[in-house]
């Protein structure tokens, strides 16, 4: 049995960042010589250890400020750790930052040959991709343009096409490819997959679970800093869906503490089998203050992630919402969801009839579906196939 050599090590790292709250040199200039120290520390990562083999794609994943980006930085030798070390060996290609690299009075050409110029190549090596790298970027009528004429879309662009073209060992990319278009995310995708058959290195940091899910064959998990999970990417993405739920309930809304004209008191929902799919039922618990003549509850199913299965109005669904103050329950019923097994969120808001929301809670209440599936992803559907002469 051979083992893969270690591209990238990370040894018992933490980062430490120092927060100044004064907004200017002045401000700060002030405070030293009044003799007060307006700073605070936040440690970004807290003694972090992974070693990524060669030939694998691994999935950062978070909710915002868990340390991903920061820690995919430290592999890619931009920051450097507070205490504990990061090796790599290989060629390395970082696409990290939205123009990072670029000098934004050079045009695109000359961005391309300085930018090689920073990940290792020399000029000649530069002259025989440079076809290339124009042509994958789509941006050829631009690439005599100063950069600093380019729109978001176009930095990332040129920024992947250089990247992918300088035959890197370990490739770094962050959440900039959201920035492209639908068309060059897929030429991306499909980079990616030539790569991962090439046998290269891949460190992916992504919002999208569905992305993470299709590309990666490990996942780490941070929440604050902290590694919760380094493994299988399946079992990854279920620990990301728990830290999110972990993230909600310690933000719950105090819906009803603030004398509104209705809130939300409480949420139930609960998930049985039924037939190929789950019967999702949620129970909505509403305080009404100072009823009026209208009002609606609005119920949204929802990944952890935040990608919305479905949203339905009490009044749309059938229910009667009765006039009058007090406390009031309506009980919404999905039937045959065809959702994979995993745990799911339940968002809330009572509106008015102009779309103004009296209230809304996020993550509301969750529900979980536990059966067998053999889909990839959110939906189990019912699907054939068939070979055709």
Known sequence: MTTAPIIASVRDVSKRFVLHPEKSLKERAFSLVRGRRNSSEFWALKDISLEIEAGT?????????SGKSTLLKIVGGILEPTSGEAL?????????ELGAGFHPDLTGRENIYLNAAILGLSRKETDKYLDAIIDFSGIEQFIDTQVKFYSSGMHVRLGFAVAVHVDP???????VLAVGDEPFQRKC????????RDGRTI????HSAEQVGSLCDRVVVLKQGVMRYDGEAEKGLRVLRET?????????????ARGRIYSVNHVDAVAKAQGDGSRVTVDVVVDAHDPQPEWDV??????????RLTSVGAKEAGATLPPGAGTHTIEFDFHNVPLTSGTYVVNVSIDAPDGFMWDAVGSAATFTVDRETTAGGILQLDASAQYRV
Request: overall charge negative.
């Open 88 to 96: 790599r060996r290989g060629r390395l290609a970082a696409l990290l």
């Open 169 to 175: 060992d370990l490739l770094l990319v962050d959440e």
């Open 298 to 307: 609005t119920v949204s199913l929802m990944t952890p992630s935040g990608v």
């Open 189 to 196: 995708m499909d980079k990616i997959a030539e790569f991962q």
């Open 57 to 65: 794609t691994v999935g950062l994943v978070g909710h915002n400020g």
């Open 244 to 256: 999110y739920i972990e993230r909600a309930q310690d933000t719950t809304s105090d819906a009803g």
């Open 203 to 206: 460190v992916l940091v992504s």
